[in-house]
């Protein structure tokens, strides 16, 4: 596999740590959430077979199939023919048998329910949608990130086409299987005790030196354009002039104002500072 669960777990961890979900989404994720907790009862025989989360199934099956349980959790294909793309698989006589047979094809049967972390459903999915957005617009998917602080404009609009200039509607995995678990905490992974914990605002931590409203004002006073508000909301907005930010200045480009990106921008400050009394 090009892409080793080893190399990417860390990058996992830091950006489940940073993610919040944007205000507009807030409705639209609890909404989903709950529809998805209302069919656990179909979710969980495949979670007692083969040991795949109720939380990786419910949102995932949500972006390939709009949860309807005629189709092939595999592919979208109906359940009741046989698939047109590769691997072909089906027909089935229920949705249980087609989505043990899909899960199969991925390899989720493989992980074992004891070892199904969030950074764990980051890569599975990941996995399972392509790595096309990593390899090839170096962004993170919003297949797993959509609706949050973390997501970026750029969409594949179908197989192989991208539009860098559209933003993914879709509700990402990850933000569902969180609100899941927070509104229904017998949905907690094994290996992840659910532990009640204050939401999180924002990409970056609130201390009043390096908080949202200081990376909205070092961001501003830097002339980067649009100039965006100072309103200690980590938004859409905000995450694109942080990306704006890291690609000139070399720095990894998601949209999350880390250590790293902190430390550029004091240093630009600091620089930007030291020309202004010169003039």
């Excluded at 892409?3 to 950006?15: G, V």
């Excluded at 074992?112 to 957005?133: H, P, Q, S, V």
């Excluded at 569902?176 to 229904?184: C, G, I, Q, S």
């Excluded at 006073?221 to 938004?235: F, K, M, N, R």
Aim: include cysteine; charge should be negative; aromatic fraction near 10%.
């Amino acid at each position: 596999m090009s892409h080793p669960f080893d190399t990417l777990k860390a990058e996992y961890t830091h950006l489940l740590a940073a993610m919040a979900v944007r205000e507009e989404c807030k409705k639209l994720v609890d909404e989903v959430a709950v529809k998805l907790i209302g069919y656990k009862s179909r979710y969980q025989p495949v979670t007692d077979a083969i040991g795949v989360p109720v939380i990786f199934i419910g949102p995932s099956f949500e972006r390939e199939g709009s949860s309807n349980f005629n189709l092939n959790p595999a592919q979208g294909w109906p359940l009741h023919s046989t698939s047109k793309i590769i691997p072909h698989n089906g027909p089935f006589p229920n949705w249980f048998s087609a989505a043990i047979a899909a899960y199969k094809i991925d390899g989720l049967d493989k992980v074992g329910r004891d070892n199904w972390t969030f950074e764990m459903i980051c890569f599975k999915g990941e996995a399972l949608n392509g790595f096309g957005y990593r390899d090839f617009h170096h962004m993170h998917s919003p297949y797993l990130w959509g609706g949050t602080n973390i997501q970026m404009p750029g969409k594949y609009t179908e197989d192989g086409k991208f539009d860098p200039t559209v933003m993914d509607h879709q509700i990402g995995i990850i933000p569902l299987a969180k609100r899941m678990v927070e509104l229904d905490p017998s949905l907690a992974l094994p290996a992840v005790p659910y532990v009640p914990s204050p939401p999180i605002s924002s990409g970056i931590a609130q201390e009043a030196e390096t908080g949202v409203e200081w990376v909205q004002t070092a961001i501003n006073t830097l002339g980067y354009t649009p100039e965006i508000a100072v309103d200690g909301s980590y938004g859409r907005e905000t995450g694109r002039a942080v990306a704006q930010f890291q690609r000139s200045y070399g720095l990894e480009i998601d949209g999350i104002a880390g250590p790293k990106t902190v430390a550029g921008l004091r240093a630009a400050l600091t620089a930007f500072e030291a020309l202004e009394k010169t003039k």
